[in-house]
T-cell receptor, first 111, second 109 residues
Framework: DADVTQTPRNRITKTGKRIMLECSQT?????MYWYRQDPGLGLRLIYY???????NKGEISDGYSVSRQAQAKFSLSLESAIPNQTALYFC??????????FGSGTRLTVV | AQRVTQPEKLLSVFKGAPVELKCNYS??????LFWYVQYSRQRLQLLLRHISRESIKGFTADLNKGETSFHLKKPFAQEEDSAMYYCALSGQGYSTLTFGKGTMLLVSP
């Protein structure tokens, strides 16, 4: 079983639609993150959460929102999707002092 | 502000050749540096971190604070090393990771 599970794996949606990407983990980590990956731009941080009551904006939070429903669950929402949000989205977890564990990614296409 | 620079988008070598993937960083305090690898269509995996000073899959990386670098090296590249490599930095207090833009390593037979 995967430590960090992202759903869906792939999604095509229309401009203006609301969409939610979900992430769940069995690592028992307090810290969770959402990144987007674009060719030539690497990974950029969207939002992060250090515990259930903590939510922080990252480098590129505009157009996104998040919800930390439980220690194990961290979802990312696009309130009104636009084509330049087409990307590969990664969820990750960590505990203090160690590297990240990444999910398999969600490939999102906004048409 | 913290920043990670990987100057090469693509590095192409032949099997058996030495490999060096460059990483430079900008950070005012004492950073923690990592290398992550992403094989085709797979998730990112931690390759190594400077604090552990270990060698993984024949790769090593030394933190050079004077040159603010954390280059990844392997003496003899293998075809299975072909992947995207990301250098990443975490600031003091184990804050979030800042990634470089990545270097694609292609190892040809």
């Amino acid at each position: 079983d995967a430590d960090v599970t992202q759903t869906p794996r792939n999604r095509i949606t229309k401009t203006g639609k609301r969409i939610m990407l979900e992430c769940s983990q069995t690592k028992g980590h307090d810290r969770m993150y959402w990144y987007r990956q674009d060719p030539g731009l690497g990974l950029r941080l969207i939002y992060y959460s250090f515990d259930v009551k903590d939510i922080n904006k990252g480098e590129i939070s505009d157009g996104y929102s998040v919800s930390r429903q439980a220690q194990a669950k961290f979802s990312l929402s696009l309130e009104s999707a636009i084509p330049n949000q087409t990307a590969l989205y990664f969820c990750a977890t960590s505990d203090l002092g160690n590297g990240y564990t990444f999910g398999s990614g969600t490939r999102l296409t906004v048409v | 502000a913290q920043r990670v620079t990987q100057p090469e988008k693509l590095l192409s070598v032949f099997k058996g050749a030495p490999v060096e993937l460059k990483c430079n960083y900008s950070y005012s305090g004492s950073p923690e540096l990592f290398w992550y690898v992403q094989y085709s269509r797979q998730r990112l995996q931690l390759l190594l971190r400077h604090i552990s000073r270990e060698s993984i899959k024949g790769f090593t990386a030394d933190l050079n604070k004077g040159e603010t670098s954390f280059h990844l090296k392997k003496p003899f590249a293998q075809e299975e090393d072909s992947a995207m490599y990301y250098c990443a930095l975490s600031g003091q207090g184990y804050s979030t990771l800042t990634f470089g833009k990545g270097t694609m390593l292609l190892v040809s037979p």
